[in-house]
Structure formats: structure tokens, C-alpha cells
């Protein structure tokens, strides 16, 4: 079975600040990892994807994840937040052996202060 | 493309009614998912299909739920009877090939069941 773990349900940045949200995840076969980012009354967007390749994803609106399976982490990062990233982030996990399930975590509350 | 469209975007019921959310797919994805979102136990898969037919069922909390697709291009999650615990915002999601490519969610349906 697979799981991710978000640390921080809450984290507040000022603008212009570095932008940093945690998951790790668990899984017995070579993961498949997301961060989605769900704006209100929205639905949730993906934001980048890490499948194979490269460690080092780049998304939209200026966010990257570092995939490092020796600390089975995906942490989000963004160099200067921008008030517009105020939403809720999700990590999810999936694996890459065909499995079609995202299992997602419990979500983290990004709130931009000026 | 229009996305993955879900109606109704808001829906108020009295407990014990019967509830049909109903979502589009964007066309050619082959597989399509149900989740429900609460503040409680976040985001939870109930069901999903792959070519219209029912993979995973094990997320539906009750038989009072149950899903359809009788075509690649409409699904509906019903519930009959309605309870106040319902009372979530349900998101449809669809991919291609998958999880490895990503989910795309529709923008939801806030059920209230009063």
C-alpha cells in the first residue's frame, strides 16, 4: 500500500519568501509522485509530476519538487512566493506498476502575507 | 477542450432524497474517477472506471452510493437515500493511460444534505 505524509496542515510565507512544502511518501515499488493545488471553490491542477527521469521536476507558475528516493521525499519549492500561490496543496503517490489509483495527502494551507 | 464538466455545482437536499451528480470526462481519456472531499478525512477515492467499466469500487462508503457509465462520455454518482453525512464536495477526475499522466478534476459538486 502506498501513502504520503504532509507535514505542516498550515504554512504562511510572506511575499517574496521562499515558498517550502513537505511529503514523503511510502511505497513498495518505484513511485509515481504529484503536487496539485487546489485554488478555492476550484477543483484541484496539477501542478508538476515526477515519473521517471530526471529528479528535479519543474511545474507551473514557477514551482519545482525534487524527487530523492533515500529520504523518500517530494517537497515542493518555489524560489519568492507571489500572493496568488495562496491555496492548498496536495501531494499524491502512485505506482509505477501500472497502478491507476493517486492516493493523495491530507493536504497544506500555503497562506501568503504581505 | 472544456475540461471535466460536473452539474450540478451546488445541490441541496433533505435527508432521505435521492442525489445524481452527474460528469462529462474530457473526450479520449479512458479512465474516470469519483472522489469525496471533506474537512475530516480529506480526499477519498470511491470509485473509478476504465473504459466505462467499474475497477475499484472499495471507496464507496455505502450501497446506499452507487456509480455508472453507460458511455465513455457520462458518468453519475448516486446517492439513495441521502444523509447529513453526506454532505461533501464530490469531484469526478479523468486520465489517460492511467495515473502516470495525471488526473484532470472537475471543478466539483457541493452536496449539503440537511
Known amino acids: 500500500a502506498q501513502s504520503v505524509t504532509q507535514l505542516g496542515s498550515h504554512v504562511s510565507v510572506s511575499e517574496g519568501a521562499l515558498v517550502l512544502l513537505r511529503c514523503n511518501y511510502s511505497?513498495?515499488?518505484?513511485?509515481?509522485l504529484f503536487w496539485y493545488v487546489q485554488y478555492p471553490n476550484q477543483g484541484l491542477q496539477l501542478l508538476l509530476k515526477?515519473?521517471?527521469?530526471?529528479?528535479l521536476v519543474k511545474g507551473i507558475n514557477g514551482f519545482e519538487a525534487e524527487f530523492k528516493k533515500s529520504e523518500t521525499s517530494f517537497h515542493l519549492t518555489k524560489p519568492s512566493a507571489h500572493m496568488s500561490d495562496a491555496a492548498e496543496y496536495f501531494c499524491?503517490?502512485?505506482?509505477?506498476?501500472?497502478?491507476?489509483?493517486?492516493?493523495f495527502g491530507t493536504g497544506t494551507q500555503l497562506k501568503v502575507e504581505l | 477542450d472544456a475540461g471535466v464538466i460536473q452539474s450540478p455545482r451546488h445541490e441541496v437536499t433533505e435527508m432521505g432524497q435521492e442525489v445524481t451528480l452527474r460528469c462529462k470526462p474530457i473526450?479520449?481519456?479512458?479512465?474516470l474517477f469519483w472522489y469525496r472531499q471533506t474537512m475530516m478525512r480529506g480526499l477519498e477515492l470511491l470509485i473509478y472506471?476504465?473504459?466505462?467499466?467499474?475497477?475499484?469500487d472499495s471507496g464507496m462508503p455505502e450501497d446506499r452510493f452507487s456509480a455508472k457509465m453507460p458511455n465513455a462520455s457520462f458518468s453519475t454518482l448516486k446517492i439513495q437515500p441521502s444523509e447529513p453525512r453526506d454532505s461533501a464536495v464530490y469531484f469526478c477526475?479523468?486520465?489517460?493511460?492511467?495515473?502516470?499522466?495525471?488526473?484532470?478534476f472537475g471543478s466539483g459538486t457541493r452536496l449539503t444534505v440537511v
Open positions: 477526475a479523468s486520465s489517460s493511460r492511467g495515473a502516470g499522466i495525471g488526473y484532470t
Open positions: 511505497s513498495s515499488v518505484p513511485p509515481y
Open positions: 515526477y515519473t521517471t527521469g530526471a529528479t
Open positions: 499524491a503517490v502512485s505506482d509505477s506498476g501500472g497502478g491507476n489509483k493517486l492516493t
Open positions: 473526450s479520449g481519456h479512458d479512465y
Open positions: 472506471f476504465n473504459n466505462n467499466v467499474p475497477i475499484d
